[in-house]
């Protein structure tokens, strides 16, 4: 219940939106834009509200809200995830429609940025209503998706079934096979190989490459990662097999320590046998927020928006900051992390390796010919380090943090493409 309100709490005193809007009017001054240009960029180009009827099982409807915001689609379809958390906002889905036009910019990829959500608790569905809603929401934003237009993906409390029911309700709408409206589907009906793990695996090929530029030694290094689904759980996998040494987790429930180190296996198992890490044999109960300021290497916030914040930046210990989790950090705790001599790897960057390879995966569903793993991991390594080599010569160039750099290279990219297609 603390963990909850303290979420709550962060939720409140920081809007998604406004962090933003800030993060562009930082680097657009650096960038000395036009401030017409900038204007534009703070708001999405369409926002869609639908209200979903959904009869549940006990016979009586329900009525939820959902919600799909496109920002930019200058260099490309809008490409983004859809959430299903009774946490929803406009604004936060607003928010991260806008940070996905900047990850796709910076991955290099030919997207500009959406996301969608709808405001329910999935956990208190049975599968036949958490279909039918998937399916009403899909339904009603029909009309503006497609695979030239606007391809949706899992996020929060979605995944490869409710993606399998998207897609099948869409085909449905247009009478034939569409696979490529949305990414992050089962392989069975055109999901490439290596899609359930290419956030931590994309995450990880980022480490590597800024472990070398900060003379950091993985072998010896450790890591504390707060957070421990999808992302958090695999970063825990594929770090530890370059060596480091995972000394932290954390879920919802709260967090364990063990200086000795965590084992990926050993954990896993426990979080499936309990439905959570906390109680684990052998090692001690914390808190999400003592996880934060551990004496560790690498930190990895991998859970919520604004965990670290001008009230507890100064006491992060670790040297590098690696964001898989999307907006964790405040504007005024970059700040504080930059001048404490911390280096954040920003979201846009170090968690682009899900919408890489989401790409990717529509890249195969556009050709019908589909990749061997190997491929996929090549590729996506591939683009990964180009993306990282990009901002950091941007970040050495403008003299600056590399949230900054990253976002003065996706927005160089996207308002140069605005500019050549004459939108201003």
């Known amino acids: 219940m603390v963990l909850e309100k303290s979420f709550a709490e962060k ?42 009827p959904v009869r549940m099982d006990d016979g ?3 009525v939820f809200v959902g919600y799909r915001s496109q920002h930019n689609d200058a260099l490309g379809p809008f490409k983004g995830g859809v959430r299903f958390h009774p946490n929803v906002t406009l604004d936060e889905v607003k928010a991260l429609s806008m940070w996905m036009t900047w990850k796709c910019a910076v991955a290099g990829l030919p997207y500009g940025g959406g996301k969608g959500g709808v405001v329910v608790d999935p956990h208190k569905l049975s599968k036949a209503e958490l279909e039918r809603l998937s399916r009403g929401y899909f339904s009603a934003i029909a009309n503006v998706v497609g695979p030239y237009q606007d391809i949706p993906a899992p996020d929060v409390y979605t995944d490869a079934q409710v993606m399998s029911w998207f897609m099948d309700e869409y085909s449905k709408i247009k009478g034939y096979n569409v696979f490529g409206v949305v990414t992050g589907k089962p392989v069975a009906i055109g999901g490439s190989l290596g899609r359930d793990t290419a956030t931590a695996r994309g995450l990880s090929f980022v480490v590597e490459e800024a472990a070398k530029k900060l003379r950091i030694n993985l072998k010896e290094s450790s890591v504390a990662i707060q ?11 594929f770090l530890e097999k370059l060596g480091a040494k995972v000394v932290a987790v954390s879920d919802s429930k709260g967090g364990i320590y ?7 296996k050993d954990v896993m198992e426990h979080k499936k ?57 405040t504007p005024e705790a970059d700040d504080i992390l930059y001048s404490e001599g911390v280096t954040v790897i920003p979201d846009i960057l170090a968690n682009s390796g899900g919408v890489t390879t989401s790409y990717l995966e529509w890249v195969q569903n556009i050709q019908g010919y589909y990749w061997s793993a190997e491929k996929v991991d090549e590729t996506l390594k591939e683009m990964m380090v180009r993306a990282f080599r990009a901002v950091w010569e941007t970040t050495q160039k403008y003299s600056v943090d590399m949230r900054k750099g990253a976002y003065i290279y996706a927005v160089g990219r996207v308002v140069e493409a605005m500019k050549l297609r004459g939108w201003i």
């Open 273 to 329: 046998k309990t439905g959570s890490v906390v109680g684990f044999k052998g090692a001690k109960t914390i808190t999400n927020d003592e996880l934060l300021t551990l004496d560790v290497d690498i930190l990895v916030p991998a859970a919520l928006e604004n965990q670290i914040t001008q009230n507890n930046a100064a006491k992060v210990k670790a040297r590098l900051v690696v964001e898989a989790a999307n907006g964790p950090t």
């Open 258 to 264: 063990s200086a000795q180190g965590l084992s990926y």
């Open 11 to 52: 939720e409140q005193a920081y809007n998604p939106y406004q962090v933003a809007v800030e993060q562009l009017e930082r680097v657009a001054e650096i960038m000395k834009l036009d401030p017409s240009i900038v204007e534009i960029l703070k708001h999405p180009k369409r926002v869609v509200t639908v209200a979903i």
């Open 60 to 62: 009586t409807v329900r």
């Open 227 to 237: 957070g421990y689904g999808n992302a958090g759980s695999y970063t825990h996998m």
